[in-house]
């Protein structure tokens, strides 16, 4: 599977980063590709090249790696919205593309965590998985303000529904082939985004 490969690079990527943040991009691929439950400490210590034991040198365990996964990116996502959507007072429209190329950007370039995100969030504990949400929301948020800008015409509600169904576009990557180059794939997640962001509302 292409994320299980991505976890296979991980492993013999440049020592630029951390330690600690190769071990934690390494079980993110494995996570993504056999599930939370099919990833044992032993597992990613042998694609990392370490023990099990020696990873609880810097994570608590399997529990821990996914908190420190989920709540960077989310945090991360939140900053980059908030400046994108702020970037361009008195233009809607400049600061809704922008948005959407700095979401299909990181879409692009986090698959794995899109698919941690989409189907292990709920193993997290209480705290952080509330702390993740709430990031969530205010991001979202952001698209809201945007949108309902845009859109004189439409409610809140109405602009949470349209920005959610342009994440869900835009979030379609971990399940692409690899048979349209990077380029073309963001321009065409681009492309449909925005057409659906900005056409036409019914008020009704």
């Known amino acids: 599977m292409a994320v299980e490969q991505q976890a296979r690079r991980a492993a013999g990527a440049a020592r630029r980063r951390s330690r600690r943040d190769e071990i934690l991009e390494i079980a993110v691929g494995l996570f993504a590709a056999r599930g939370y439950h099919g990833v044992s400490m032993d597992d990613i210590g042998a694609a990392a090249g370490v023990t099990g034991p020696a990873l609880y040198h810097h994570f608590a365990g399997k529990e821990a790696m996914l908190v420190a996964a989920l709540i960077p990116v989310s945090e991360g996502l939140l900053a980059g919205g908030r400046e994108r959507a702020a970037g361009h007072p008195g ?16 879409a692009l370039a986090n698959p794995a965590v899109i698919a941690l995100h989409l ?76 057409a659906a962001l900005l056409a036409p509302t019914d008020p009704t």
């Open 119 to 194: 189907h292990e969030l709920d193993r997290l504990p209480e705290e952080p998985r509330r702390r993740i949400r709430q990031l969530q929301r205010m991001y979202v948020e952001e698209w809201v303000a945007v949108l309902t800008v845009l859109h004189p015409d439409l409610s809140d509600g109405a602009a949470r529904v349209l920005a959610h169904a342009a994440f869900g576009l835009m979030n379609s990557t971990p399940f692409l082939g690899g048979e349209v180059d990077r380029r073309r794939r963001a321009a065409l997640l681009r492309g449909a985004a925005l």
């Open 91 to 106: 233009d809607p429209r400049a600061a809704l593309e922008s948005l959407v190329d700095f979401h299909v950007d990181f």
